[in-house]
């Protein structure tokens, strides 16, 4: 049985992740630690604890005084340049709370650590987005956990709360795409709790030591990775 910490649980795949979870047996405890309440929260979750504040700076002490110390910590936490009020806030916030929570987790002992990045992540990159996503994957894989899991989905599909148009366009056309046949969707796009199921059977893999040959201590999955592993229930 795992005990899991889970930043970003509010978000559009967060939540997904955060379903299942709750909903896994091999999962004996959620710690979400997030600025607003998770919808789970809104019934009773016996295994569920949740510290909710927006002061993230409390976010690092709150995950490594937590006790069991949980064998897995996943993120799925970013922010955009519009909420962040200009992208060396997004990069501020993004990178540097993704590394300090990352950080948190390593020294408290956590075995596994799953990152939900985005493809085209490189930290050489020309573009800054997928640059800062680069450097939080080299930076997360250089603290050396036991096993370090990142996740590279293409467009997320599925509803998200705040308004996105270019993206809700593109959405728009993965889901026709996906009508027709899942083929011409599921290479470059992925539904949210596609990504959410992966990233829990992910971590369970990798903390039972079940990764493909070659991944032993990084295991990256890109889009058909993703696809196979968030459709199985386990």
């Known amino acids: 049985m795992a005990n899991i910490a889970l930043i970003g649980g509010t978000g559009m795949v967060g939540a997904h992740i955060l379903t299942s979870l709750l909903a896994n047996p091999a999962v004996a405890r959620v710690d979400s630690i997030s600025r607003r309440t998770p919808n789970a929260a809104s019934a009773a979750q016996a295994k569920l604890t949740t510290f909710v504040s927006d002061d993230t700076s409390k976010w690092a002490g709150q995950l490594s005084s937590l006790s069991p110390t949980p064998s897995i910590f996943i993120s799925s936490f970013a922010t955009t340049r519009a909420a962040a009020g200009g992208f060396e806030n997004q990069y501020k916030i993004e990178h540097g709370l993704n590394i300090e929570m990352a950080r948190a987790a390593h ?38 956990f036991e096993r370090t899991v990142i996740l590279r989905p293409g467009l997320i599909g599925g509803y998200r709360e705040e308004s996105r148009p270019m993206e809700a366009a593109a959405r728009f056309i993965a889901g026709w795409a996906g009508k027709v046949h899942s083929s011409l969707k599921d290479s470059w796009a992925q539904d949210a709790d596609i990504i959410g199921q992966a990233a829990v059977n992910a971590g369970l893999r990798a903390l039972e030591g079940d990764l493909p040959a070659g991944s032993e201590k990084v295991w990256t999955l890109y889009g058909s990775d993703i696809m196979q592993l968030g459709s199985k229930s386990s």
Not at 109 to 137: F, H, Q, W
């Open 107 to 144: 020294d408290a002992g956590t075995k596994v650590y799953v990152l939900v990045s985005s493809s085209g992540a490189n930290k050489d990159s020309a573009i800054p987005y997928t640059r800062m996503k680069g450097e939080i994957e080299e930076e997360v894989k250089q603290m050396g």
